[in-house]
């Protein structure tokens, strides 16, 4: 790759995506099928991961991207001015955006300085009868305590939106998280544990605003759900039931996302390997923590494997493997921080956990070698830094 040749060319990336002839065959199909637009294999797709979320095909949308489902999301339950979204300050710019562009208001709440998900209490902290919904992620695909959440925001009658763009496969109880509150999102970007390019899906419990969803990703036409009421002959009538706009994905998109679908829990299943040699190769590392083990009936994506260092080393840390070849991250936030957002309270757990955790390379194309490689050198760095603090 040609950012990484002052460094010979083979840095352990972050994150890559696992693409092959399948997905490339996939797509030769759509391109002979006639039709390129959001159609029969976008249905397909749309049902395959229904089925893979144990909920019925008419609750599912596919979209270009998870973002349009988070902004969608706080629309179909009218969020307005006036009204608080409650999410983790240690998530992605997206939920603050949607929020802002409702005219409503992001409230950052703390998370577990551990798992970075947040808990009840965390969430119960702010909220207020202005409270309209809550919105959490599943920090690295760990799906958090989603069922007390869920049961939290129904007793309180405050929606729950899940941001599981980082979750495709993660369950609680064998239940899919992103089906827990009321709305769940899911991303395909490149990033991402599957991916389409760009790409996303929607899932939406009520059926009557599943419908409503259904219209408004596509214009706010009837022609989008089943209220079209002109002959097919006369297909040409707008009968525009409201404003809407263009979030659909397209059948290239889902040709590539149904057979990252069937590859999902081997990519996952590799995914979980490597996450248990790191746990095995810094075992007992001085100065780092490890990710908390998961809660009895959790199941994770392993979207992200992340380590806690002295927040004084850590960006010395980060600095030291890029130098060695090892690009690492940290996500996400924290957003309370971003001055578009605020003036907002301070908040220290999350603070600290933002300047405390690294996020180390994760994904199937990595070998045995590469953790080890990363592991040794992360031992080795934190060690040398140690005596400096
Ligand atoms: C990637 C990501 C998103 C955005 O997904 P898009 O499909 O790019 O819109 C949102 N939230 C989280 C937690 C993410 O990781």
């Given at each position: 790759?040609?950012?990484?040749?002052?460094?010979?060319?083979?840095?352990?990336?972050?994150?890559?995506?696992?693409?092959?002839?399948?997905?490339?065959?996939?797509?030769?199909?759509?391109?002979?099928?006639?039709?390129?637009?959001?159609?029969?294999?976008?249905?397909?797709?749309?049902?395959?991961?229904?089925?893979?979320?144990?909920?019925?095909?008419?609750?599912?949308?596919?979209?270009?991207?998870?973002?349009?489902?988070?902004?969608?999301?706080?629309?179909?339950?009218?969020?307005?001015?006036?009204?608080?979204?409650?999410?983790?300050?240690?998530?992605?710019?997206?939920?603050?955006?949607?929020?802002?562009?409702?005219?409503?208001?992001?409230?950052?709440?703390?998370?577990?300085?551990?798992?970075?998900?947040?808990?009840?209490?965390?969430?119960?902290?702010?909220?207020?009868?202005?409270?309209?919904?809550?919105?959490?992620?599943h920090?690295?695909g760990?799906p958090?305590?989603?069922?007390?959440?869920?049961?939290?925001?129904?007793?309180?009658?405050?929606?729950?939106?899940?941001?599981a763009a980082c979750a495709v496969a993660s369950?609680?109880?064998?239940?899919?998280v992103g089906?827990?509150?009321?709305?769940?999102?899911?991303?395909?970007?490149?990033?991402?544990?599957?991916?389409?390019?760009?790409?996303?899906?929607?899932?939406?419990?009520?059926?009557?605003?599943?419908?409503?969803?259904?219209?408004?990703?596509?214009?706010?036409?009837?022609?989008?759900?089943?209220?079209?009421?002109?002959?097919?002959?006369?297909?040409?009538?707008?009968?525009?039931?409201?404003?809407?706009?263009?979030?659909?994905?397209?059948?290239?998109?889902?040709?590539?996302?149904?057979?990252?679908?069937?590859?999902?829990?081997?990519?996952?299943?590799?995914?979980?390997?490597?996450?248990?040699?790191?746990?095995?190769?810094?075992?007992?590392?001085?100065?780092?923590?490890?990710?908390?083990?998961?809660?009895?009936?959790?199941?994770?994506s392993?979207y992200?494997?992340?380590?806690?260092?002295?927040?004084?080393?850590?960006?010395?840390?980060?600095?030291?493997?890029?130098?060695?070849?090892?690009?690492?991250?940290?996500?996400?936030?924290?957003?309370?921080?971003?001055?578009?957002?605020?003036?907002?309270?301070?908040?220290?757990?999350?603070?600290?956990?933002?300047?405390?955790?690294?996020?180390?390379?994760?994904?199937?194309?990595?070998?045995?070698?590469?953790?080890?490689?990363?592991?040794?050198?992360?031992?080795?760095?934190?060690?040398?830094?140690?005596?400096?603090?």
């Amino acid at each position: 790759m040609a950012e990484n040749t002052a460094k010979g060319g083979d840095m352990i990336d972050f994150s890559r995506p696992v693409l092959g002839d399948p997905e490339l065959n996939a797509v030769a199909e759509v391109f002979s099928s006639g039709t390129v637009g959001y159609r029969g294999q976008s249905r397909r797709f749309e049902e395959q991961f229904a089925r893979h979320l144990g909920v019925p095909h008419e609750h599912v949308i596919f979209l270009n991207s998870a973002t349009s489902g988070t902004f969608l999301a706080l629309e179909l339950l009218g969020a307005a001015e006036g009204d608080e979204i409650v999410m983790p300050s240690l998530s992605f710019v997206a939920g603050p955006n949607a929020t802002l562009s409702r005219g409503a208001r992001p409230v950052f709440c703390e998370v577990d300085p551990h798992s970075l998900n947040p808990t009840v209490r965390d969430v119960e902290r702010v909220v207020t009868p202005r409270t309209k919904a809550v919105l959490v992620l599943h920090y690295g695909g760990y799906p958090g305590d989603i069922a007390d959440l869920a049961d939290f925001c129904a007793r309180r009658g405050i929606a729950l939106v899940e941001d599981a763009a980082c979750a495709v496969a993660s369950t609680v109880g064998g239940q899919a998280v992103g089906t827990f509150g009321d709305m769940g999102v899911w991303s395909f970007d490149t990033m991402k544990i599957m991916v389409t390019g760009d790409g996303g899906m929607l899932y939406v419990r009520d059926p009557e605003l599943a419908r409503r969803a259904r219209r408004l990703v596509y214009h706010g036409l009837a022609q989008a759900c089943d209220g079209f009421s002109a002959p097919a002959w006369q297909n040409w009538t707008f009968e525009q039931w409201e404003i809407g706009y263009r979030l659909v994905g397209n059948d290239l998109t889902a040709a590539i996302g149904s057979v990252q679908l069937d590859r999902l829990p081997g990519l996952v299943s590799r995914r979980a390997e490597l996450v248990r040699l790191y746990d095995s190769e810094l075992s007992g590392a001085d100065g780092v923590r490890l990710p908390p083990p998961l809660p009895e009936g959790h199941r994770s994506s392993y979207y992200l494997y992340w380590v806690q260092v002295d927040r004084a080393i850590r960006d010395e840390v980060a600095r030291a493997l890029y130098t060695a070849g090892i690009q690492t991250n940290f996500r996400y936030g924290p957003l309370h921080t971003v001055p578009a957002y605020g003036p907002v309270p301070r908040l220290p757990v999350s603070e600290r956990a933002a300047e405390e955790t690294l996020c180390l390379p994760l994904h199937p194309g990595l070998t045995d070698d590469d953790v080890r490689t990363v592991a040794g050198r992360l031992r080795k760095t934190v060690l040398s830094l140690l005596p400096s603090l």
